[in-house]
């Protein structure tokens, strides 16, 4: 394909220039996916490492395949994604054709109701106002989350009564009212109140069941998730007589299944939402997993004889003091899962003095973005 019909193909979001949401939407998907490769072993190639990624697993899905949105409300009351480069700026009715249909559905009410609620916008330059996100969550099997993030409220009566409405007019699995008290402009807070349903949804990946509340990590593409699982459990292997360590475990997306597998399981965690949901997706499988809510890079990792160590940590790459923690315990495998190609390269730099990569898997869990997942399987020299 010549480089110009290459740029120039157009993109299924009319808000390709302005939005940095699904930024390579007008690249062709085979070109996605041979530049992420090219990205992945060029980055390698910058940090030492010799190995070479073959091939990227395509996602059986690349519109519409986003479990999870964060959208935003701005000061005027406009509703959507940011505008590219302007955090302050909101691209007024922007739900993303990279989002669950779910999503799509549950974003049209939710801006009818933002107009016509009586409730006032939170200004991130002064710091004022009540709405500030509108966070939606869609499983494969019907089950919907719409989560209003908010300041602390002036009048509770007001914004319940309003609430009642968005309930009434968007119809969710469960509606949640977060409040985030801080200037921070984030879409979490310390306190949650369930206005509807159960609090939380459920998803299905390969057999398992998974509970997810508001503020836990999940998987974002449901559809490819059951491929990363297997790859996981291929790179992990024969368990029957070992111990699992399943570090930034989240709701135990690995760990639950695989402990059914190992003689015992442990999994760490900061987020006390994701272990409590954790440990009630370990007893809904009937998994011995234990979970605890930890710092990895404050535990004595060797502590827990670990035969193989799962790490899926955050996008920015393990913190130093967790990665010397894990030198210093030297389990016999680790499994490395990343969906940032640059702090994994890095990292495998250091993995390098004292392990052998045996294996890597590159999966596609973001079309029409930058990122890729990335699986490595570390074999202790």
């Known amino acids: ?9 157009e993109s299924a979001c009319p808000n390709k220039d302005r939005c940095g949401s699904c930024g390579w939407s007008h690249i062709p998907y085979k070109k996605q996916l041979e530049q992420k490769l090219s990205d992945i072993n060029g980055s390698f190639k910058l940090h030492g490492i010799d190995q070479k990624v073959i091939e990227i697993f395509p996602s059986p899905k690349t519109e519409h395949y986003r479990n999870r949105m964060d959208f935003v409300i701005d000061f005027k009351g406009q509703f959507g994604l940011r505008e590219k480069g302007k955090w302050w700026r909101v691209i007024d009715g922007n739900k993303c054709f990279i989002a669950d249909e779910q999503i799509g559905e549950l974003f049209d009410n939710i801006s009818k109701w933002i107009a016509t609620s009586g409730l006032d916008f939170f200004d991130r330059k002064s710091h004022s106002g009540f709405l500030r996100y509108a966070v939606v969550r869609a499983s494969l099997h019907g089950q919907t989350l719409i989560n209003i993030v908010t ?7 007001l914004a319940y009564r309003a ?10 699995s469960t509606l949640i009212w977060t409040i985030n008290n801080t200037v921070s402009d ?6 949650e109140r369930v206005i509807s349903g159960s609090g939380f949804i459920e998803e299905k990946i390969s057999g398992f069941t998974y509970r997810i509340s508001p503020q836990a990590f999940f ?3 449901s559809h490819a998730a059951p491929f990363l699982l297997e790859t996981v459990k291929q790179f ?22 695989l402990a059914k597998q190992a003689k015992k399981t442990y999994g760490l965690e900061m987020v006390e939402t994701a272990i409590a949901d954790a440990k009630i997706n370990a007893g809904l499988n009937g998994s011995n997993a234990e979970y605890s809510v930890a710092k990895v890079e404050q535990m004595n990792l060797a502590e827990y004889s670990a035969d193989v160590v799962i790490v899926d940590p955050p996008r920015s790459g393990m913190h130093d003091d967790a990665l010397s923690e894990l030198m210093r315990a030297m389990p016999e495998t680790i499994i490395y899962v990343s969906c940032n190609y640059k702090s994994i390269a890095r990292e ?5 003095k004292a ?19 990335l699986v490595v399987k570390l074999a202790r020299k």
């Open 348 to 352: 495998l730099g250091i993995f390098k």
């Open 163 to 172: 609430f009642a409405g968005l309930n009434s007019q968007a119809g969710p």
């Open 236 to 257: 992990t292997g024969n368990l029957s007589e070992k111990t699992l360590l399943d570090l930034y475990c989240g709701t135990g997306f690995f760990s639950v299944p």
């Open 1 to 9: 394909m010549a480089a110009k019909s290459f740029l120039d193909m």
């Open 186 to 191: 984030v879409s979490f807070g310390d306190e």
């Open 219 to 221: 998987q974002t593409n």
């Open 151 to 157: 300041s602390a409220p002036k009048d509770e009566n």
């Open 355 to 373: 392990y052998d990569i045996d294996s890597i898997r590159a999966i596609d869990m973001f079309p029409h973005t930058p990122h890729v997942e």
